[in-house]
């Protein structure tokens, strides 16, 4: 059984920082893909950015040149650092993990709000 540990939401004013965590847990599996995603109120759920277990990382467009993914496979936990955050990155993000058995977890999310 999987289980994601995620942290590091909260109230930021725009131009701010925010690093949100996702830490995972599960005997014997192997982490692929980890990955996070936003949905605001109103609006389906949408990619923020995901990270293969060899580093490769994917963005979407809105966040390009602003977040920045990134991993530590020894503690299986996803990183995402939050920069130059915009009142429209208020969202719930939620953690993704794809193990190596090919399922897919989520976390139960975190609350980012950016004020203008």
């Known amino acids: 059984q999987v289980q994601l540990v995620e942290s590091g939401g909260g109230l930021v004013q725009a131009g701010g920082s925010l690093r949100l965590s996702c830490a995972a847990s599960?005997?014997?599996?192997?982490?692929?893909?980890m990955g996070w995603y936003r949905q605001a109120p109103g609006k389906q759920r949408e990619l923020v950015a995901t990270?293969?277990?060899?580093?490769?990382?994917n963005y979407a467009d809105s966040v390009k040149g602003r977040f920045t993914i990134s991993r530590d496979n020894a503690k299986n936990t996803v990183y995402v650092q939050m920069n130059s955050l915009k009142p429209e990155d208020t969202a719930g993000y939620y953690c993704?993990?794809?193990?190596?058995?090919?399922?897919?977890?989520w976390g139960q999310g975190t609350q980012v709000t950016v004020s203008s």
């Open positions: 990270i293969s277990r060899t580093g490769s990382a």
């Open positions: 599960g005997s014997g599996l192997v982490f692929m893909s």
């Open positions: 993704k993990v794809v193990t190596s058995r090919l399922t897919e977890v």
